[in-house]
């Protein structure tokens, strides 16, 4: 990310010193970053915000640390310190989600919704988009091969081909030979059959005596040796063919339990779609106050839903929405909506867990939660959030983007 801002000419930077310091800059936020999973919703926040401001707790963080490893930062970032500082942070972002998915799931559905909302332009915004759409673009590839449902299981197809051990006997004729040397200097047909062979006849006493038995015993050892070795050499194969097909048996029934797993879950999301029924609220959704239809469904939603999940998965809960009320195209302002959450803060505090106050970028259920439990007002939002009160959106896309903000808390308390 550092070197496209680069090229873009969105950063100054005139010798390849001062850019490794950047980078080293960035290495040391990933390494913050990789301890701390909850840092990098707000860190991603204020890195795809052009208007953030210079005080914002995550700039001011991430400067210090640039300035830690490069002194003269300031002087030559001059009038756009926090342009550079942004930049920064998408490099260590990228970094992180090159290391480990769950960053890549988190960024994803941070950004996915509220970057409509910033204000990018030109090369930048071509930058972050198309970092965004990649990471997009890899998790659904992931999701949509983990959720296919095979045609059928090729468990039966697997064959095992093992070899018979053929040559096991010992060699009768070496160790007639090895005997033969070790008895004495030659053989019946007066030559010796190896290389040193007793020197002496048995009737050389004790001399004989001490050649014979090293001689002999090499030749018992080295006919067993060949034997053994014909018989290891064909086990060992065996042994190779035996694992070799139990990995790809297993690989085997990993995919369909992948499978039958993927087949449950859509049997579950049509049995839900088909009830209606919100297990958190314990009441029929046509039933719960429209002020907080969407947090119901969301909720109940992303229980069912693995963190990991297609696209199509966000389809399926709008179609959901569209068949639970008449207008699904219904506009309403982030104002309006939240005066509407306040009002019904009693009975979402049932379900939403109380927050602690944080000084930082917030998702929208994570402001949600604030407000319900009086930690927030609504002043508080767009410094918060980074949107305005008055901005609008469709109901229809609220759901969603209030299902991506609890896949993101199922990921930031996964141990």
């Not at 080293?24 to 909850?38: I, Q, R």
């Not at 053929?166 to 047909?189: S, T």
């Amino acid at each position: 990310m550092l070197q496209d801002y680069l090229n873009a000419n969105l950063l100054s930077v005139v010798t390849d010193e001062d850019f490794k310091k950047l980078k080293k800059a960035s290495d040391e936020v990933a390494k913050k970053l990789g301890k701390n999973k909850n840092k990098t919703v707000s860190y991603i926040l204020v890195a795809i915000d052009p208007e953030v401001l210079a005080d914002e707790t995550d700039i001011v963080e991430v400067k210090d640390i640039i300035i830690k490893n490069w002194s003269t930062f300031l002087t030559n970032a001059k009038d756009t310190p926090v342009t550079y500082v942004r930049a920064v942070i998408l490099e260590a972002v990228k970094n992180v989600c090159a290391a480990d998915s769950d960053y890549s799931m988190i960024i994803w559905m941070v950004c996915r919704n509220i970057i409509q909302y910033k204000k990018l332009i030109g090369e930048e915004k071509e930058i972050i988009y198309g970092f965004l759409q990649k990471i997009g673009s890899d998790l659904n590839s992931q999701a949509t091969e983990k959720w296919r449902l095979k045609a059928d299981s090729t468990a039966s197809k697997l064959n095992i081909e093992l070899k018979t051990i053929e040559k096991y006997l010992v060699n009768d004729d070496n160790l007639i030979k090895y005997f033969e040397d070790a008895v004495g200097p030659h053989n019946e047909a007066g030559a010796a059959n190896f290389a040193s062979p007793n020197p002496n006849w048995p009737n050389a006493g004790a001399n004989w005596s001490y050649e014979f038995p090293k001689r002999a015993s090499k030749g018992i050892k080295n006919v067993i040796d060949l034997s053994l070795k014909a018989i290891a050499t064909v086990v060992n194969e065996n042994k190779n063919a035996i694992e070799s097909s139990l990995k790809n048996a297993l690989t085997i029934i990993n995919e369909d339990n992948n499978s039958l797993t993927s087949l449950q879950l859509r049997s579950e999301l049509l049995w839900w779609k088909e009830a209606a029924y919100s297990e958190s609220f314990d009441k029929s959704y046509s039933e719960i106050d429209r002020e907080y239809l969407e947090i119901a469904l969301a909720y109940d939603y992303s229980g069912l839903i693995p963190v990991l999940y297609p696209k199509s998965a966000d389809y399926f809960l709008k179609e959901t929405f569209k068949d639970i009320i008449n207008d699904s195209i219904e506009e309403i302002t982030f104002k309006d909506y939240l005066i509407g959450i306040q009002e019904k803060s009693i009975e979402l505090k049932a379900v939403l867990p109380e927050v602690t106050i944080l000084d930082q970028k917030l998702t929208l259920s994570g402001f949600i939660n604030g407000l319900v439990w009086n930690k927030y007002t609504l002043d508080n939002f767009q410094s918060l959030v980074g949107v305005s009160l008055d901005e609008k959106l469709l109901k229809i896309n609220l759901i969603v983007w209030l299902f991506h903000d609890m896949q993101i808390n199922k990921i930031l308390i996964k141990k």
